[in-house]
């Protein structure tokens, strides 16, 4: 082999190894900034669950990235899309009369929203929330919120805190709701859709 060849051989390893270590950084999560910026408030809350133990949530959090960092939202049928604004409505309009079971209807619908976009089933509420915290991480606390209600017993929540419960649901109802993500290809030649969804 000339000289030649085995410095080309060389460089193209480097080259590879370069893309590879590069590719690995992009998709994995960078410690505390990386995993704080994904998660958002989702982030102080495992660290205060893990009593102040940076490292143990940051572990947490890694290993939910590494199981469900890939998941990719399923499309939803226009008839699908429309049948969950008209039951999200119904939640609404339903909270004047009987706020408390409004609220368990809309953390039923959220999780049947997010079965239907891919996410573990809410049967298993845990799996299905550690899976929806990697991608939605910034609109977890309204759905912490309306399912924390929906299990409490009768009266154990006011109306108001109810009312909180739902409205900050919303966001993660809407982003879950909202159009199907365009391929960066399509970006590129399509302009982004608005919300289908307005807020309450």
């Known amino acids: 082999m000339s000289t030649g060849v085995i410095i080309a051989l060389i460089v193209v390893g480097i080259v ?44 947490e959090l890694a290993e939910r990235v590494k199981r469900h960092g890939a998941l990719e939202h399923r499309p939803l049928e226009p008839a699908a899309r429309e049948m969950y604004q008209a039951r999200w409505a119904r939640v609404q309009e339903r909270f004047v009369e009987s706020p408390a079971e409004a609220v368990a209807e809309a953390d039923q619908v959220v999780a049947d929203l997010a079965r239907d976009r891919g996410y573990p089933d809410g049967a298993d509420h845990e ?17 912490r919120l309306v399912h924390g209600a929906a299990q409490a017993g009768p009266g154990q929540t006011g109306t108001e805190e109810l009312r909180t419960a739902l409205v900050e649901a919303r966001s993660l109802f809407d982003d879950l709701l909202g159009p199907d993500r365009v391929p960066a290809a399509e970006k590129r030649t399509h302009a982004p859709k608005g919300r289908l969804v307005k807020g309450s």
């Open 16 to 59: 590879v190894v370069g893309a590879a270590g590069l590719f690995a950084a992009r998709t994995t999560p960078r410690g505390g900034r990386g995993l704080k910026r994904r998660f958002g408030p989702e982030y102080d809350r495992a660290v205060a669950r893990h009593d102040g133990d940076t490292k143990a949530a940051e572990e």
């Open 127 to 143: 799996e299905q929330y550690a899976a929806l915290s990697v991608h939605h991480g910034h609109r977890m606390h309204g759905y």
